[in-house]
């Protein structure tokens, strides 16, 4: 019997030290122990490389000189000392296609920290000591993750713009502005749905009955009604496509009114010949009526019904009808 | 009196009648103030002001002539009922006229054309010239 034993080398050695033969009772076995790191060069690797590193602007450095099996925990410290300005800005790792038991070998250099694209870094021979072996090759290439540009500068907000054709919410936080999530803040306007066509107010319940068309049928979809500046509390099942009933929250204040609901599409408009609803005033008293300060200055508190509670939003006029007064000017309500 | 409200006229049959009798803020004293300092300053009125003196009823305040929004509200310490007097501690403000407004809770606005004047008067600098790299000893007197 003939046995055919090629030799492979190890990655770090010549070759297998030994090949054992043993006599087992009457039977020979020969057993030979294959390496585990072993390399596909006949002739034994050896020698030194250095990584050529090249920066943006094309300027050449070369690393210090590493063993051809040097280990990638040692290597990063050889570029960063001799390479320009690399110092504390790479990473390197073991690369997968040759890891450190397998033919030949391979690194990653991650960069990190460089605000530019630096150039192809290459692996060379040592001048001082060249790597030996059989079809000794190099290759390198650049991973960029995430897309052609490996390095670019934030963009200022400033800059940031899109051309759009509807209408843009736009909102700030604490006076600054915010980002639309995907640029996409676009808001419609749409025809409103529904119609009030009429409604009547009862000043003894303070009950608001508005009739309608197409008007939401879910109590949720309301989300206000309003009426002589009073919300107003819908009245439970009255509400559908074509009316609702609701209670003012608190006294209306007099003026001429309509109403307004606003729905979960915006304000539902009334028709064109809903006609203004007057709420009257009406004065009970005034304190004091009596030895009022004729330089003025006096304090004096009118009663009654359906005043305005809100000086700011109401228009209020006071005076007196003879022919020395000055204005009176509201004070509260 | 007519009211109207939100473009809508009120009817009422509101009748108020005035009181004839009018009473003024006579004097004050001192009528210069510094704009720093508190000072406490006396009011005259007239001494037949209808009503016994309390100072909870009074309310004084110093308006500046030049800006109507700018007032100093003076705290009235002390009244002279027999007197017809009352003290009041200004407690400082910018420089300017301030007029005097006063007033009683129960007779109400008090007449007044009383003014103050809020300011710092320079009377004498000694010396008055010295070396131009400095290190002259200046007394401003006022």
Known sequence: MEYNVTLQKLINGQSVQSIFVSKVDTKATIKVELPTEVQVSSKPISGKFRVKCVDASGQISYSEAAKYNEHNIWFDTKIMNNCTGLYDRIETWDAHTHAYKENGRANYIYFKGINEDPGQFEIVSDWDTPLEGDNITFFQETTRPYGTNLFYDPVPFEMLKTYDTIPQIVVTVNDLPVVCHNLTCGFNYTEPVGEIASFTFDTATNKLTLVGTAMPSNASDIYMVEFAQSTCTLVSGTVAETGLECTLDREPTCGSWVPKLTAVLGVIPNAVGVAKLDVECAVTSAEPDFDLNIIGGDNITISGEHFPWDLVKNNISVTFNDADSTTCTPQVS | ?142
């Open chain 2, 1 to 142: 009196m007519t009211i109207i409200v939100n473009n809508l006229t009120v009817t009422n049959t509101l009748s108020l009648t005035l009181r004839n009798e009018i009473k003024s803020g006579v004097s004050i004293t001192p009528s210069s103030v510094s704009p720093v300092l508190k000072q406490n300053v006396t009011i005259q009125l007239e001494t037949d002001f209808p009503y016994t003196l309390n100072r909870d009823d009074f309310t004084v305040n110093a308006t500046s002539e030049t800006n109507s929004t700018y007032i100093r509200y003076m705290n009235v310490i002390d009244v002279d009922d027999a007197n017809k007097r009352l003290v009041c501690k200004f407690g400082g403000a910018y420089s300017g006229m301030f007029s005097i407004r006063i007033r009683h809770a129960k007779f109400g606005l008090i007449k007044s054309t009383l003014l103050l004047d809020v300011s710092a008067n320079t009377t004498s600098i000694d010396k008055n010239r010295g070396s131009i790299y400095g290190g002259t000893l200046i007394t401003i007197t006022g």
